[in-house]
């Protein structure tokens, strides 16, 4: 409400910057509870695709309208920064708060999810590694980007669509709570209607304001799409998974979490791609080289920290250290 009094009221575009990016946290907050009590029926493969795929709302609606606002920079690092965040900084520091709720001093998950989302992960970074070299050296192939970047969308959709049966029939039984949900079950679904509709004008808001609001605080593009909506349109799998890993519900916390950068990676950005076609400015997989390296090698960091189905505090601590560093060149950049 106080994001759409400023937007409409002022012209203080920093504060409706700033007010927005703290609405989508908050929404995302919303999300995350009414997840979780909608999830009280369920197990931790279909609860953590669930939180993941609502979760994602804020993302999908501040990509479609950077687009419409041909804020393609902002839109392309908006859902790595989501990657990012989630795979680095969010899984990193669940794995200390694992370790720290570990009688052994060991958080230990189950290995399928991590090799499944390891394998999701580098099929999308594999697309966009190749399409990002073929951009560089000009070939024959850089002249169809947009083309290529289409059937590479569908290509991964449908990998994802073979997957995600198997995973959900193997599913644990339903996940256990400490005490009643939060919502009834209507109460929650409606909640999860509500936060959707109100992340769309949030995000429509925070678009209009963004490029005066860099302009005065003097900061990137890329990075405000890479770190500030990164973690503020991530703030379920933030606080959900770090809480949840500090509980000592491990194989909950890497299904949320795990399940964010899969759908981030193999459904959200190829579905904006295809999306995208319906714009005059078009999302492909051609990107920055720095992010290129960076997403190759958190698929690889991600897959051999957390395949063995253990990690230790210190792998946690640098998966954050990743994050950190990637942050830094972004913000010089």
């Known amino acids: 409400m106080v994001a759409g009094v400023l937007h409409y009221a002022t012209n203080e575009d920093v504060a409706v910057f700033v007010v927005c990016a703290a609405a989508l946290a908050g929404l995302a907050w919303i999300v995350a509870q009414g ?13 953590g695709v669930l939180q993941s ?8 609606f501040v990509v479609l309208f950077a687009l419409s606002a041909g804020e393609t920079v902002v839109a392309q690092t908006s859902i790595l920064g989501s990657l990012f965040a989630n795979a680095l900084l969010v899984l990193g520091l669940a794995i200390v708060a694992g370790n720290r709720a570990s009688p052994d001093g060991c958080m230990r998950f189950g290995a399928r999810l991590p090799n499944d989302t390891g ?9 966009i590694v190749v399409l990002g070299v073929s951009d560089r050296i000009g070939d024959r192939a850089s002249h169809h980007t947009v083309e290529i970047s289409v059937i590479g969308a569908v290509v991964l959709l449908f990998v ?12 644990q039984p339903a996940v256990e709570h400490e005490g009643a949900p939060a919502f009834a079950f209507p109460v929650a679904l409606c909640l999860l209607a509500a936060a959707g509709i109100g992340a769309a004008f949030v995000s429509d808001w925070f678009i209009s304001a963004l490029d005066p ?15 500030i909506v990164g973690i503020a349109g991530n703030a ?32 959200l950005y190829p579905l ?25 090698l958190t698929a690889i960091a991600m ?31």
């Open 160 to 171: 994802y669509a073979a997957w995600l049966p198997g995973y959900l029939r193997g599913d």
């Open 236 to 267: 379920v799998e933030n606080v959900v998974g770090i809480t949840l890993a500090a509980k000592g519900k491990n194989d909950l916390a890497l299904s949320v979490i795990k399940n964010s950068v899969s759908q981030i990676a193999v459904f």
């Open 35 to 47: 997840t979780e009590s909608v999830g009280a029926r369920f197990g931790p493969a279909v609860t």
């Open 119 to 127: 394998v999701l992960t580098l099929l999308a970074a594999f697309l």
């Open 213 to 227: 609001a860099v302009k005065s605080l003097g900061i990137s593009k890329a990075f405000t799409g890479l770190v």
């Open 303 to 333: 897959w051999g920290i957390t395949g063995d189905g253990k990690a230790a505090a210190f792998e946690g601590w640098a998966l954050a250290g990743f994050y950190v560093i990637l942050a830094a060149i972004v913000w010089y950049e």
């Open 272 to 296: 904006l791609v295809l999306l995208s076609l319906a714009f005059t400015h078009r999302l492909t997989f051609v990107v920055n080289p720095v992010l290129t390296g960076a997403l190759a």
């Open 53 to 60: 795929t609502l979760g994602n709302l804020p993302e999908l």
